[in-house]
T-cell receptor, first 110, second 115 residues
Framework: DAKTTQPNSMESNEEEPVHLPCNHS???????IHWYRQLPSQGPEYVIH???SNVNNRMASLAIAEDRKSSTLILHRATLRDAAVYYC???????????FGAGTRLTVKP | EAGVTQFPSHSVIEKGQTVTLRCDPI?????LYWYRRVMGKEIKFLLH????????ESGMPNNRFLAERTGGTYSTLKVQPAELEDSGVYFC?????????????FGPGTRLLVL
């Protein structure tokens, strides 16, 4: 299965944009890129997903590189509530399960 | 709409005892998943139900773990006998459909400590 690489941790200031990178150089053509996050003491929570085109929703934006070997989750204005571990996950039609890595721990400073 | 619920939220048991975890998925979700994070490790998939049938149980660590979903509604995960290395957080998730685009909705987890 294709794997993802994320920085272990990142810091941001409150109300500033945050760009969380993810490398997935072995991605296949049918792999969807999903992002989930896990707030403290909670279960993982869906953020966004995409295949080739950039995606926007009320929580975030997902920018996917043209060659699809990397992607970036963008939080437009970080709040304290966005402090969490963010997971970049590749899923293809063979996988019904989620393959979590270590994720990126985002700290938001007031 | 109620989310995925799990019971109990915490459980402390002694090695060799039995523990049963329960998961109630979102109503109407045929797909139910179990995951766990043991100490210091990543979240790992355990198994996947479609209604009452086990679709994929490739992540179950050994035969001390038994998952059931009678009637295709709630699910239980029994650990018998529990070992120290079973300590961790057990998550349940559900989804309406399965596939590479579907969203899984996770419960808050059950924190299991085996002494």
């Amino acid at each position: 299965d294709a794997k993802t690489t994320q920085p272990n941790s990142m810091e941001s200031n409150e109300e500033e944009p945050v760009h969380l990178p993810c490398n997935h150089s072995t991605i296949s053509g049918t792999d969807y890129i999903h992002w989930y996050r896990q707030l403290p003491s909670q279960g993982p929570e869906y953020v966004i997903h995409g295949l080739t085109s950039n995606v926007n929703n009320r929580m975030a934006s997902l920018a996917i590189a043209e060659d699809r070997k990397s992607s970036t989750l963008i939080l437009h204005r970080a709040t304290l509530r966005d402090a969490a571990v963010y997971y970049c996950i590749l899923r293809d039609y063979n996988n019904n399960d989620m393959r979590f890595g270590a994720g990126t721990r985002l700290t938001v400073k007031p | 709409e109620a989310g995925v619920t799990q019971f109990p939220s915490h459980s402390v048991i002694e090695k060799g005892q039995t523990v049963t975890l329960r998961c109630d998925p979102i109503s109407g979700h045929d797909n139910l998943y179990w995951y766990r994070r043991v100490m210091g490790k990543e979240i790992k998939f355990l198994l996947h139900f479609v209604k009452e049938s086990k679709q994929d149980e490739s992540g179950m660590p050994n035969n001390r773990f038994l998952a059931e979903r009678t009637g295709g509604t709630y699910s239980t995960l029994k650990v018998q006998p529990a070992e120290l290395e079973d300590s961790g957080v057990y998550f349940c998730a559900s989804s309406k459909i399965a596939g590479s685009q579907e969203t899984q909705y996770f419960g808050p987890g059950t924190r299991l400590l085996v002494l």
